[in-house]
T-cell receptor
């Protein structure tokens, strides 16, 4: 079944740790996105990719980095987590412009 | 720049009430317009879309009409159910094809029986 997966669903870590949030999709979509969702539910685009070896920064300045070595995989890495990184992170993919498929999200808490 | 403005929530309704969630936009060119829904603990799902002026998108009893003259895309449903309780996001495509959507801030809907 075509789908988009995110792991872990929940993560609690200490300050200074390096973490990677995983995102994989089985739909063969070229375009993928990372959003940060604040407690007020607003979505902020932090990274996107048009295809393999393509990555761009989004609207919200983020200390995270992404890579796109395979079409299906778009991981997000924080080299040194801080409490200000506490948030919900949503991954999405699309083929048609505007029609995005979202993963269930990773809720990150940095202590 | 392009933007989306949604009515602030929360919107609290009784079951079978009529729902309207207002959405207006500012955009250059001719964007496509979308409504997404986020149920508790889940990611967003596409609810409906409209790609040109006067198009009506519909799904699961929800409707929205692309009004270019008023730059609006209001979401409506004639009779809401408890299961409709969720956060609703209005969105439009950016000027550049292939880039991400511009989302409104979301409107929380709570329906009680």
């Amino acid at each position: 079944e075509a789908d988009i997966y995110q792991t872990p669903r929940y993560l609690v870590i200490g300050t200074g740790k390096k973490i990677t949030l995983e995102c994989s999709q089985t739909m063969g979509h070229d375009k993928m996105y990372w959003y940060q969702q604040d407690p007020g539910m607003e979505l902020h685009l932090i990274h996107y990719s048009y295809g393999v070896n393509s990555t761009e920064k989004g609207d919200l300045s983020s200390e995270s980095t992404v890579s796109r070595i395979r079409t299906e995989h778009f991981p997000l890495t924080l080299e040194s987590a801080r409490p200000s990184h506490t948030s919900q992170y949503l991954c999405a993919s699309s083929e048609l412009v505007g029609e995005q498929f979202f993963g269930p999200g990773t809720r990150l808490t940095v202590l | 720049g392009d933007s989306v403005t949604q009515m602030e929530g929360p919107v609290t309704l009784s079951e079978e009430a009529f729902l309207t969630i207002n959405c207006t936009y500012t955009a250059t060119g001719y964007p496509s317009l979308f409504w997404y829904v986020q149920y508790p603990g889940e990611g967003l799902q596409l609810l409906l879309k409209a790609t040109k002026a006067d198009d009506k998108g519909s799904n699961k009893g929800f409707e929205a009409t692309y009004r270019k003259e008023t730059t609006s895309f209001h979401l409506e449903k004639g009779s809401v159910q408890v299961s409709d309780s969720a956060v609703y996001f209005c969105a439009l495509t950016r000027n550049q094809a292939g880039t991400a959507l511009i989302f409104g801030k979301g409107t929380t809907l709570s329906v009680s029986s």
